[in-house]
C-alpha cells in the first residue's frame, strides 16, 4: 500500500494520480458477478453511503468499504482517503491485517487527510482519474461539509470519471444525500478456523435506502479474501464475540468521541 504523508497531501496526490494516469484502465463495464449470498451489483460511476451501525464498528465499515471498493474497481487502483480522526478513534491500517483481507500493496493508493473539506478534494481528485476504479472515503463525526451539496458533487465526480465513490462513515447519523445506496454496516461474530485460528471478517450489512425505491434488507456476509467477495458466513460452532463488541455504545460520547 502505497502511503501519502507529505504536508501538500494534494500535490503529492495529483502528482501520483499522474503517473497512474499513464495506464489507462478499459473504460467498458465490467462488474462484479453477483453471489446468491450476496447479489448486490456495485456499479460505476455512483456514490454509496456506508454508515457504522455504532461508532464501535468504524472498523468493520472501512473494512466493508474496501471490500467493496475492491470489487467495483475491477481491477482499477482503489484510493482511500482516510479523515485523520478516523485514524484517531478507530485505529490506523494495519498492513498485516489488510493482506489477510487479501489486499496486496499495488491495490490501495491510501492519502490521509487531516480535515474533512481535504477528504472531499481528495474524493473528486482521484475519480477524475480513469486509472481509480474506486475511490474509499472515511470520515469520522458529524461535519458540516459532509452536505448534500458536497455529495451531489462527489456524485457528479463519480459519474463524469467512471469510477465508483463509497463514502464511508462513523460516529454519525444518516443524513440526506445523493447517494445511489444507502447502507448501516456493523461487524458480526466469525467462525473460527481449523486450530482456532482467527475466522473470516463478518459484516452485518443492512441497505437502508435505495435510490428509485426498494425494500429494506439485512445481509449477514464473510469476505473471502482469495475470491475478494462477500459470501455466506460459516455455521458458527459456538459463540463468538465480535471485535467491534470490545466496547460499548456507553463508551462513546454524543460527539462520536470515545471517552472510556
Not at 482503489?78 to 483481507?101: F, I, N, S, T
Not at 469520522?140 to 458536497?150: D, H, P, Q, R, V
Request: aromatic letters at 6%; charged letters at 20%.
Amino acid at each position: 500500500m502505497r502511503n501519502i504523508e507529505p504536508d501538500d497531501r494534494l500535490t503529492a496526490l495529483r502528482d501520483q494520480l499522474s503517473r497512474l494516469g499513464a495506464f489507462r484502465r478499459s473504460s467498458a463495464p465490467h462488474p462484479h458477478p453477483p453471489s446468491p449470498a450476496f447479489p448486490e451489483r456495485w456499479t460505476r460511476g455512483v456514490l454509496h453511503d456506508l454508515y457504522a451501525a455504532t461508532p464501535a464498528d468504524a472498523v468493520a465499515v472501512n473494512a466493508f468499504g474496501l471490500g467493496a471498493g475492491l470489487q467495483a474497481a475491477d481491477g482499477g487502483i482503489v484510493v482511500w482517503g482516510l479523515h485523520e480522526m478516523m485514524g484517531w478513534e478507530a485505529g490506523r491500517p494495519h498492513g498485516p491485517g489488510l493482506h489477510e483481507m487479501g489486499l496486496a500493496p499495488s491495490d490501495v493508493l491510501l492519502v490521509r487527510a487531516p480535515d474533512i473539506q481535504t477528504l472531499l478534494i481528495i474524493g473528486e481528485e482521484a475519480l477524475r482519474t480513469p486509472v481509480v476504479g474506486a475511490v474509499l472515503l472515511s470520515a469520522w463525526g458529524e461535519a458540516k461539509a459532509l452536505s448534500l451539496t458536497a455529495s451531489r458533487r462527489l456524485a457528479l465526480a463519480a459519474e463524469t470519471g467512471g469510477g465508483t465513490l463509497f463514502l464511508a462513515r462513523a460516529g454519525a447519523a444518516p443524513a440526506p444525500s445523493a447517494a445511489e445506496t444507502r447502507w448501516a454496516v456493523q461487524a458480526a461474530a466469525s467462525a473460527p478456523l481449523e486450530g482456532g485460528a482467527p475466522g473470516r471478517p463478518s459484516f452485518s450489512a443492512t441497505l437502508l435506502r435505495r435510490r428509485g425505491g426498494g425494500e429494506q434488507r439485512t445481509w449477514t456476509l464473510e469476505w473471502d479474501r482469495d475470491d475478494r467477495s462477500f459470501c455466506e458466513p460459516t455455521p458458527l460452532s459456538g459463540a463468538v464475540v465480535p471485535m467491534a463488541a470490545q466496547r460499548s455504545a456507553e463508551a462513546w460520547d454524543k460527539h462520536g468521541r470515545c471517552v472510556a
